[in-house]
């Protein structure tokens, strides 16, 4: 089982480390996962996935009407680059080449390579997107978030062509609304197969968004199973890991959509029967999701950041599948959630970490971190509701990158989808707009930083030096990290508004003047964030030198 660890006194280097003891601690959990275990799941601790936060945000529930999802792609494995796919139109009778996703440990640090597997029908014409490792927004301002949750092991099937990366793909090429997404997925899986892990989708469209939770259809059948749930206008939603939809009233076809075999496979395999009471598609499908306490308390955080009214219960099995916000949602709260480790709260894990102030006050530490690597873990006992690990909190050193999006009704396609994108650990990052329309993207963007290993051409590196650096000396260093990120995320969100109105302005004269006028405002800011990082991760250097 590969293993990524940040040292402590090697800020700029990460190493592999192939070791013995981990593959025999989490051998007989990971046999759990699948009876024919041969698969390696190196972002996955303790029997199940640990990567990707998603929340989602209803147009009434949002400060300005905007509907969103979101994704912290919480795997190192991942992607650390991104570029612009454009629309295309294809010939009759085109096809298109299906890829699955495969570790490859033959690069300078773990990745992924994509190998055909087969092929299905191209349409006539598939829409641009911005191509990130899971493809985030269409050019119709179709936006889709993602988190594992794997589900039973029995579930996954060989016997297909689609993986959950293709599954986005496939959706963001051929589809305009969320509905229309969560049936093209069944449509494809049930023809095609579905070949991965349990996951949650989490669709937004200028509308409506959903979340999408599919499995396998049981090793060597072909096909899916599948429910989806849509999220009241006026209210939010979260996953984290674990499957979070119950009960389904497929009458009610405005807020429920499923596989018509959604109760044959759980009756079959003895999940459930008639006489057990209402069908539950999580407790069918993923009963470990509710025993998680790294998915369960991200649950509760983002719901009680947002709703503290609620006192929802920190330990329970269950929360709502979605809550309405004590206040309307802006971005700039959706960034600090984000952002948040449970600081203030008893489950910070590090807040035993202690010593003494020059007041002679017992404080944490500033040297208390908390992104340790998980060996750190170890070594200062820590222990919490992910056991060794402390807690699965939100923010995490291993994010690759992570994205919110905004999908208006009020806008032109061009101006009304944007991504906000940050790169590795969003406690560190900033979120710098990448609007669905724009052509190009930075050259640091574009560049691959871990097949080669580390490099200052990579926005990746320079985002994952400056947090890797930062947590060496937590308490100190994040205060300059946030002296020079705070005042530019608000100087971005606080100009939102103006350049739109520039931009709507050009698109009514020339919808392609308002394209390369928001495609250079993108880049602008790409470049200007990436460059001021190299710089950050250079002054912590210098003034922390010695004391880290």
């Known amino acids: 089982m590969v293993k990524h660890f940040k040292l402590n006194y090697i800020v700029f280097t990460l190493l592999v480390l192939i070791t013995v003891s981990p593959i025999l601690l989490f051998n007989d959990a990971f046999t759990q996962i699948s009876e024919n275990n041969t698969r390696e799941y190196s972002d996955w601790e303790g029997g199940r996935p640990d990567g990707c936060t998603t929340i989602t945000v209803g147009s009434k529930a949002s400060a300005d009407g905007w509907v969103t999802t979101s994704h912290t792609c919480d795997s190192h494995r991942n992607r650390s680059w991104l570029d612009i796919v454009p629309a295309k139109k294809h010939k009759n009778g085109a096809k298109m080449t299906i890829r699955k996703r495969t570790n490859c440990d033959s690069t300078a640090m773990p990745s992924y390579i994509h190998v055909p597997v087969g092929e299905i029908p191209q349409v006539e014409y598939t829409f641009g997107y911005i191509n990130t490792s899971y493809p985030c927004m269409n050019d119709q301002q179709l936006a889709i978030g993602e988190s594992t949750f794997g589900g039973r092991g029995t579930l996954h099937s060989d016997n297909g062509l689609i993986d959950c990366q293709r599954l986005v793909q496939l959706m963001v090429e051929r589809c305009k609304t969320a509905r229309e997404a969560i049936q093209l997925c069944g449509e494809l899986t049930k ?46 939603s979260v996953n984290a890991n674990a499957s979070r939809i119950r009960q389904i009233n497929l009458n009610d076809s405005e807020f429920f959509m499923a596989s018509e075999n959604i109760k ?218 946030e002296a020079v990120w705070q005042p530019l995320q608000s100087e971005l969100f606080a100009n939102q508004k103006l350049i739109e109105e520039k931009a709507l302005t050009l698109y009514k004269r020339n919808p392609k003047k308002a394209r390369d006028f928001l495609t250079k405002y993108s880049m602008d800011w790409g470049e200007k964030v990436v460059k001021k990082c190299w710089e950050l991760g250079d002054f912590l250097w210098t003034k922390y030198d010695e004391k880290f």
């Open 264 to 481: 044959q496979v759980a009756q079959d395999s003895g999940w459930w029967n008639l006489e057990s009471g209402p069908f539950e598609f999580n407790y069918a499908y993923d009963p470990g999701g509710r025993k998680s306490f790294a998915a369960r308390r991200r649950e509760w955080r983002v719901f009680d950041l947002l709703a503290p009214s609620l006192k929802l219960d920190a330990n329970a099995e269950n929360h709502p599948f979605s809550i309405k916000p004590d206040t309307l949602v802006t971005m700039a709260r959706l960034v600090t959630i984000f952002q948040d480790y449970y600081e203030g709260t008893d489950f910070n894990f590090i807040k035993n970490i202690t010593s003494t102030d020059k007041d002679g006050k017992t404080v944490i530490s500033p040297l208390a971190n908390p992104f340790m690597p998980y060996d750190m873990n170890q070594l200062f006992k820590i222990n919490g509701g992910w056991g060794w690990r402390g807690e699965r909190t939100i923010a995490r050193w291993y994010t690759m990158y992570a994205t919110i999006t905004q999908s208006r009704a009020s806008l032109p396609d061009e101006i009304g989808g944007v991504v906000w994108l940050a790169w590795d650990n969003v406690a560190t990052s900033i979120y710098v707009p990448l609007y669905c329309c724009i052509t190009d993207v930075p050259k640091s963007f574009k560049t691959p930083g871990r097949v080669n290993g580390f490099t200052r051409e990579s926005a990746w590196w320079a985002f994952n030096r400056t947090s890797t650096l930062t947590a060496q000396r937590w308490g100190d260093m994040r205060k300059d990290v």
């Open 191 to 236: 023809k095609y197969g579905y070949i991965d892990e349990g996951e949650c989708l989490t669709i937004a469209d200028t509308k409506e968004v959903w979340h999408l939770e599919i499995v396998g259809p049981g090793k060597g059948n072909l096909g899916s199973v599948w429910a989806a749930q849509r999220v009241p206008d006026d209210e939010v």
